[in-house]
């Protein structure tokens, strides 16, 4: 079975064509299906941007399709960045600049608690169904480690001492906010 992931993110891409490795289903790209634009994400919630993001590309290709959006959830800053995550130093910025800006904003909070939550919205025949993974943990004040995206280098998941940029993938594919929702995603296809 193909099913289009309806992103650009090669790190995401990864991650997933790892999960389904194995499997009878093979990730198709955006790229892939000539599609290069940017889907814009006016939701206030994870799981509504997952739904634009899905429902987008079904409208435009009529295809078997799942979208997946993150918010890393801070307990000291009220859950923020959130659903802001990916602008949370302002529009067209780099993963570094969000990092820095969540540094500034925890400096000096003892509270170092957080979360990623990942939504993943999947269109199939039609039909949405939707998937969630959450994963503990908790922000360093150093960033540390070269692997991942995002905040990986600042973020250390519970039971762990390295961030997921310094983890390997096939453990952060494991335990991850992303991977756990892939995995809901992995055993509902197998089963349909
Ligand atoms: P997105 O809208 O799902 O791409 O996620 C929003 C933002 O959350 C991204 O720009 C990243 O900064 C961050 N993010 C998403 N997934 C991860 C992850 O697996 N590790 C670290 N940061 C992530």
Do not use: W
């Not at 802001?84 to 170092?112: C, F, P």
């Not at 269109?123 to 949405?128: F, S, T």
């Amino acid at each position: 079975m193909k099913i289009v992931f309806a992103t650009n993110n090669k790190h995401k891409l990864e991650e997933a064509q790892a999960k389904l490795k194995g499997t009878e289903i093979e990730i198709i790209s955006l790229e892939e299906l000539g599609f290069n634009e940017e889907i814009e994400e006016t939701a206030e919630t994870i799981d509504g941007n997952a739904i634009i993001k899905a429902e987008y590309i079904f409208d435009k290709f009529n295809v078997n399709v799942f979208a997946d959006d993150t918010g890393l959830e801070v307990e000291s800053l009220n859950g923020a960045p959130g659903v802001y995550s990916s602008r949370y130093a302002g529009e067209h910025v780099t993963y570094e600049d969000n990092v820095n800006k969540l540094l500034k904003e925890m400096r000096g909070k003892e509270n170092r608690n957080a979360r990623f939550l990942t939504a993943i919205c999947l269109i199939l025949n039609g039909e949405k169904h939707i998937f969630h993974g959450i994963v503990n943990g908790k922000i360093i004040d150093v960033p540390q480690g070269i692997g991942g995206f995002g905040y990986d280098p600042v973020f250390v998941p519970d039971g762990y001492t390295e961030t997921f940029a310094e983890l390997p993938l096939e453990i952060k594919n494991k335990i991850s906010h992303r991977g756990k929702a892939l995995e809901e995603l992995r055993s509902f296809l197998i089963k349909n």
